[in-house]
């Protein structure tokens, strides 16, 4: 199999819900994990959810720390920060 059918068959194209529009990537959340609040930043859109970078501010709590920095949020648990 040729290096370009392999890299289309591993690319897969998600499909972003209408919950999830607003979150686009860059943008600036909060959400709440494990009853604690949290920001960060989009890092990848998914169907239902997003992948989170924790702020500086967090990335040194014991959550962030178990989670290596990232971590999947629902798009109904997020909120958009200006």
């Known amino acids: ?24 990537k860059r943008t600036h959340v909060s959400f709440i994990f494990n009853r604690q609040h949290f920001k960060g930043i989009v890092e990848k859109q998914l169907k239902n959810s997003a992948i989170i970078d924790f702020d500086d501010e967090y990335k040194g709590s014991e959550t962030a720390l178990d989670l290596k920095q990232k971590v999947v949020i629902s798009y109904s648990k997020m909120k958009l920060l200006k």
């Open 1 to 24: 199999m040729s290096d370009e059918k392999r890299n289309n068959q591993n690319k897969q194209v998600i499909e972003v819900s209408k919950l999830g529009e607003a979150f686009r």
